[in-house]
């Protein structure tokens, strides 16, 4: 299973394009240098209030396709 990590700042505004769907991914780039691209959906559960702040582990498949995401601590 691959995966990356991100260091993830969203604030509450943003977070709101998002939702309305004005912006459907995230881009990003990963601890490693690596370009990513994600859809925002993934990160709901963790919004609060100010937003979606934190690092995050992004595990895909051998095919590349989302499989789970964690916050790191």
């Given at each position: 299973?691959?995966?990356?990590?991100?260091?993830?700042?969203?604030?509450s505004d943003?977070?709101?394009?998002?939702?309305?769907?004005?912006?459907?991914?995230?881009?990003?780039?990963?601890?490693?240098?690596?370009?990513?691209?994600?859809?925002?959906?993934?990160?709901?559960?963790?919004?609060?209030r100010?937003?979606v702040?934190?690092?995050?582990?992004i595990?895909?498949?051998?095919?590349g396709?989302f499989?789970?995401?964690?916050?790191?601590?």
């Amino acid at each position: 299973m691959q995966q990356i990590i991100v260091d993830i700042t969203i604030s509450s505004d943003e977070w709101l394009k998002l939702y309305q769907g004005v912006a459907r991914d995230v881009h990003t780039t990963s601890r490693d240098g690596r370009s990513v691209r994600f859809p925002a959906r993934i990160l709901s559960r963790f919004y609060l209030r100010d937003g979606v702040r934190g690092s995050f582990r992004i595990l895909f498949d051998d095919a590349g396709k989302f499989a789970s995401i964690e916050r790191l601590v």
